[in-house]
């Protein structure tokens, strides 16, 4: 088991590109920058849900705005989250912070969903349904 972990530690770093330090302890507050930027990037995301989902199709065009100007904003929320989860991810395996690989799993989840909404959201935009 410990020769997993640490064969998936290895695989995930090499993956992040990042070349791990010993652990020690958090003297310079490196994971509570790591923390706040991962709940950053989650946070955006949910941004853009409620964007996207509640604000853009109801409100842009009861104000006059074609809801196709609402495609740009989401697809620059959704990168500026992807980067920073990557981001934060590269800082805890950087650190060798101890709950990395939960953060992992959230991350990954999350990387999966906004990658499915970008392809989804450009899909639509570039084939429109014929009415």
């Known amino acids: 088991m410990a020769n997993t972990v640490a064969w ?3 695989a995930v770093g090499r993956i992040l590109g990042v070349q791990p330090q010993p652990a020690v302890v958090d003297s310079g507050g490196e994971v ?3 923390e706040r930027l991962f ?3 989650l946070l955006f995301s949910g941004v853009r849900c409620i964007l996207q989902y509640a604000i853009f199709p109801f409100v842009l065009p009861l104000i006059g705005i074609a809801s196709s100007a609402a495609l740009p904003i989401t697809l620059t ?5 992807i980067v ?3 981001l934060s991810l590269r800082r805890f395996w950087k650190i060798r912070y101890a709950r990395r690989f939960e953060y992992l799993a959230v991350a990954v989840v999350a990387l999966i969903i906004m990658t499915a909404f970008i392809v989804m959201e450009v899909s639509a935009f570039l084939n429109p349904p014929v009415m």
């Open 39 to 41: 709940g950053f990037s």
């Open 77 to 81: 929320i959704n990168v500026v989250a």
């Open 84 to 86: 920073s989860i990557v």
């Open 32 to 34: 509570g920058r790591a």
């Open 8 to 10: 998936l530690d290895s």
